[in-house]
């Protein structure tokens, strides 16, 4: 499909363990977002690649949230020693280059529950 | 402060009748962008409309209409003729600066309801 696409769609796992969430983005977008999203709120941002690069990670709410693009497309992000306030959708969005006007497309999400 | 406030946490609609969710929003930056999107059951976002706080003209897309005033900082969204399909969250979202900031700054959205 022409969308951003996430995997998995929901995630079930125990406090303690390590999960990964993958994003695919739309072909030929250099800008990629992360964003969590709680039971009856608005996201909020958690980090922002243009290309493989970080260029802001200020939303990561602490060092078990890490997040990669090694690539340039596909990123990854990770959540170590999970805890059950990390429950949450986590949505990925691309846009073409990141500039201010422009759109971001988002994918359907990743359902996260820490049990 | 809260950067964007809609303050409809719910509303009920009749179909085919006209309905406006409101946003108002606040900022120091002369350049920003303001958007709304539109979160059905199924979880996905969906851009619905943009508008920048330099165009002159109100933002519109279809039977979505944006609202737009500056001096109040508020962008409403307005949907004519509503559809049942339109039953949904609707968030509004702010992002500013000329391109050092990249991140989207959200409202707790809208449920929006159509009844038949």
């Known amino acids: 499909g022409a969308g951003v696409s996430q995997t998995p769609s929901n995630k079930v796992t125990e406090k303690g363990k390590y999960v990964e969430l993958r994003c695919d983005p739309i072909?030929?977008?250099?800008?990629l977002y992360w964003y969590r999203q709680s039971l009856g709120q608005g996201p909020e941002f958690l980090i922002y690649?243009?290309?493989?690069?970080?260029?802001?990670d200020s939303g990561l709410p602490n060092d078990r949230f890490f997040a990669v693009r090694p690539e340039g497309s596909v990123s990854t992000l990770k959540i170590q020693r999970t805890e059950r306030g990390d429950s949450a959708v986590y949505l990925c969005?691309?846009?073409?280059?990141?500039?201010?006007?422009?759109?971001?497309?988002f994918g359907p999400g990743t359902r996260l529950l820490v049990l | 402060a809260q950067k964007i406030t809609q303050t409809q946490p719910g509303m009920f609609v009749q179909e085919k009748e006209a309905v406006t969710l409101d946003c108002t929003y606040d900022t120091s930056d002369p350049s920003y962008g303001l958007f709304w999107y539109k979160q059905p059951s199924s979880g996905e976002m969906i851009f619905l409309i943009y508008?920048?706080?330099?165009d002159q003209q109100n933002a519109t897309e279809g039977r979505y209409s944006l609202n737009f005033q500056k001096a109040r900082k508020s962008a409403n969204l307005v949907i004519s003729a509503s559809q049942l399909g339109d039953s949904a969250m609707y968030f509004c979202?702010?992002?500013?600066?000329?391109?050092?900031?990249?991140?989207?700054?959200w409202g707790a959205g809208t449920k929006l309801i159509i009844k038949p």
């Open positions: 508008q920048g706080s330099y």
């Open positions: 690649f243009q290309g493989t690069g970080a260029a802001d």
């Open positions: 072909s030929g977008h250099t800008a």
């Open positions: 979202a702010m992002r500013e600066g000329l391109g050092s900031n990249y991140q989207l700054i």
């Open positions: 969005a691309s846009s073409p280059e990141g500039i201010v006007r422009e759109t971001q497309y």
